[in-house]
């Protein structure tokens, strides 16, 4: 079938990440995708393979690597939100590089250490910043594989002595070359002195020392956590140069990430369904549960949102593929409630006094709030 | 009751990886392999084409019911389970990862075309493969796309890297004996264990593969 379309000299694909990106927008078939692999690492074999760690960035495979790590910027760059984050990475990347040059210059240059702190709620992009980074380093030649070991507590800690040391000892055997991401590592202290955690801390800290050269490692997790796991291990901050705030998305971050998604399933949300969304992130059940689900609250409604959808289509018996495309406020409908947040089919937000005197002010008020939206909406053009 | 840990992430690279065509039986492999090994409630740890993370914990009947489908593409991200692996007196860890359908064409799904992207980097991390094909499907009269291009651009690709199998499943179909053949013979130099993914016929064989490569 395939084998008509492989694309050769300036349209040739310049990295294995390309021709999977390639997959993905479909311009290749997985069958084609193998085969175009085989071209970029045959393209690379003849003393151009993939840097070692440690060496430059440029060089023989100078062009493909510049393009590749460009392409990795530019998708940090295109995450939403994270701006603090993104700014980090960019005073990272001339650190690294101007000790390179440094080295090169036979001047003094310090020791590149990345080994990182990720503070913040679940669903802000901790995995994600650290899957880019895991690449962004490698195509930087800082590590030679550039991969994400995603490991938590049950997968460090054994059940018997000797156990957590080697369990330990595999993951990180693992993650040589590339980052190990441990989630949620503010629960490696939670058992005291007594406790096995204790045992992995130390095995991870004499791995980041042995291999130093070869393996970062980020300890994640709630940022108030893990300003206590910090505390009850001193040791560690001076070992973990680097720390990162992950804050909350704003509401119109999250409705941005809600379009992003919709449009890679080729969906669309109506001008309404932005509002409806917005609109139903600012509840406040809805920020409480952000706090804890965040673009994973915004995934699930999507999904739900696009279930809807079908069910609806299915009953107006609509085939148009704007409707197939269409994501209207409607299907946003119960939203919240079916990604797991309480309370908004309830009551609205503010009602929560047993007084009556107060349930008639916050009733009046509500009421008003709603009047005035329905007033601003109409004045958008929009149904009221 | 015995259940099967959960390990990290995703896009996380290691391990034994299941390969394949769509509707090869590769999810239900998954889930009665580990019912093989005494699992009893399935710990799946999911990971979507987006990098995002879920984990759900299943007893393995309704693990059956809700992740096996005669449909093709249900699968639509990375699903590990770890596995202990005992023999004499010693144990195993392994992390066994299901991976959505490959096409030899061009999927029209935005989301499954996601799924087999992150299956492709799946497989470039992976420390065993195992290559799930229809025997059945390939032994029919009408076995076209049975065994498809993207079928021995896998094994070429995967054998290369890692220790590698072809598990010839569905062989609790009639016709399968003959796909089984006609498997062997398109891929003459690599292990081919027949299997049922239903039955749990072979399952000692992957048992034994995995211990041995892993």
Redesign the interface.
């Known amino acids: ?2 084998k008509a379309w492989r694309p050769k000299g300036p349209n040739a694909p310049d990295s ?1 990440e390309e021709v ?2 390639w ?9 084609e ?3 175009l ?2 071209d970029v690492e045959q393209a690379r074999s003849p003393g151009a393979a993939a840097p070692p760690a440690g060496a430059a960035a440029t060089g023989r495979a100078g062009a493909p690597t510049a393009q590749e790590l460009r392409r990795v910027l530019e998708e940090i760059h295109g995450l939403i939100g994270l701006d603090r984050i993104k700014e980090l990475i960019q005073e990272l990347q001339a650190f690294v590089e101007v000790q390179r040059r440094r080295q090169a210059a036979g001047l003094t240059a310090e020791p590149v250490v990345l080994h990182m702190v990720f503070r913040g709620n679940p ?1 802000t992009g901790k ?2 910043v650290a ?1 880019s980074l895991g690449r962004l380093f490698k195509e930087m030649g800082v590590l030679e ?1 550039g ?6 507590r ?2 460090l800690v054994g059940e018997y002595i000797g156990h957590t040391a080697q ?1 330990t000892r ?2 990180i055997r ?1 993650a040589l070359g ?1 980052i190990l ?1 441990v ?1 949620e590592a503010y629960s490696l202290a939670r058992g005291g002195e007594k406790d096995f955690g204790k045992e992995a801390i130390d095995v991870l800290v004499k791995a980041m020392e042995d291999h130093r050269a070869n393996l970062v490692v980020i300890l994640a997790g709630y940022r108030d956590e893990m300003e206590w796991f910090l505390r009850q291990n001193p040791g560690l901050r001076s070992r973990f140069p680097i720390h990162l705030d992950f804050p909350d998305y704003a509401v119109e971050e999250l409705v941005r990430i809600a379009e992003h ?1 919709a449009t ?3 969906y669309r949300l109506t001008d309404e369904a932005r509002l409806e969304l917005a609109r139903l992130l600012r509840r406040p059940e809805a920020a409480g549960a952000a706090g804890c689900g965040n ?2 609250l915004v ?1 699930n409604i999507v999904e739900r949102a696009i279930r809807r959808q079908a069910v609806r289509l299915v009953r107006e018996n609509r085939h148009r593929r704007e409707d197939l495309m269409r994501i209207t406020a409607a299907d946003l409908e119960g939203a919240l409630a079916q990604a797991g947040v309480p309370g908004e089919a309830g009551t609205p937000p503010g009602f929560r006094s047993d007084s009556g005197f107060d349930l008639l002010r916050q009733v009046t008020a509500f009421m008003a709030t709603e009047m005035g939206n329905n007033r601003r909406a109409a004045g958008n053009g929009l149904p009221a | 009751m015995p259940t099967a840990g959960s390990g990290g992430g995703g896009g996380r690279a290691g391990g034994c990886l299941i390969v394949g065509q769509a509707n090869a039986g590769k999810t239900l492999f998954l889930i009665n392999f580990a019912d093989h090994m005494g699992v009893k409630d399935l710990d799946l740890d999911v990971t979507w084409p987006d990098g995002s993370r879920e984990r759900f914990r299943y007893p393995v009947a309704r693990a059956r019911e809700l992740l096996v489908d005669d449909r093709p593409h249900t699968t639509r991200g990375l699903q590990a389970v770890e596995l202990q692996l005992p023999r004499g007196k010693g144990c195993k860890a392994f992390r066994l990862c299901d991976t959505g359908g490959l096409t030899d064409g061009v999927h029209g799904a935005a989301d499954v075309r996601a799924a087999q992207a992150q299956a492709l980097r799946a497989l470039r991390h992976a420390e065993l493969v195992l290559h799930v094909m229809d025997a059945a499907a390939a032994g029919s009269r009408d076995a076209a796309g049975a065994i498809g291009e993207v079928d021995r651009q896998v094994a070429a690709f995967a054998s290369l890297r890692c220790p590698y199998a072809v598990l010839a499943n569905k062989m609790d179909l009639p016709r399968a004996q003959a796909g089984l053949m006609k498997i062997a013979r398109e891929f003459p130099s690599r292990r081919v264990i027949p299997v049922s993914a239903l039955d749990g016929r072979g399952f000692r064989e992957v048992k034994a593969f995995v211990w041995d490569h892993l």
């Open positions: 079938m395939d294995i999977i990106g997959l993905e927008t479909g311009k290749v078939s997985p069958a995708a193998f085969r692999f085989a669903g995995t994600t899957r594989k991969h994400l070991v995603e490991v938590e049950a997968d369990k595999e993951q693992r590339g991401f989630d998604m890679r399933r080729d673009a994973r995934r």
